[in-house]
């Protein structure tokens, strides 16, 4: 077989590509995010539409791990920005309900206060 240019060229090209291939690191800083975010979601009260994100930042750390296994870290990587992102938007949701209800709370004791300042204006 003669080397050509265009032959050494493309032997060049390939040996190039499966190097950039193999030399991406395991996404280990974004897998270590998205299980902190996932365990920290787990452990708070997420309301039932935070669920579904939940389950899903789940699902996509377990394929994250399998990729890693697999050795497709650009796939690991994008799956595990996508658990964290997933179990954030979760706990966002329970942060949320949970300064909804502190709000209602407080707009009851409003009203009870002002019921008391009229009760007490026409006792006078």
Do not use: F, H, W
């Not at 390939?14 to 291939?21: H, I």
């Not at 309900?97 to 407080?106: D, S, Y």
């Amino acid at each position: 077989m003669k080397l050509t240019p265009a032959r050494l060229a493309t032997i060049a090209a390939a040996s190039l590509l499966m190097t950039a291939c193999a030399s991406t690191p395991a996404p280990t800083a974004e897998l270590a995010a998205a299980e902190s975010a996932v365990a920290r979601a787990q452990n708070a009260e997420i309301p039932l539409d935070g669920r579904v994100n939940l389950t899903s930042a789940r699902e996509k750390l377990e394929l994250a791990r399998k990729a890693v296994s697999n050795k497709q870290n650009d796939l690991a990587r994008r799956l595990a920005e996508e658990a964290r992102l997933d179990a954030e938007l979760a706990m966002a949701k329970a942060n949320s309900q949970k300064a909804r209800a502190a709000a209602e709370e407080m707009q009851r004791n409003i009203q009870t206060l002002q019921s008391e300042i009229r009760y007490g204006q026409g006792a006078q």
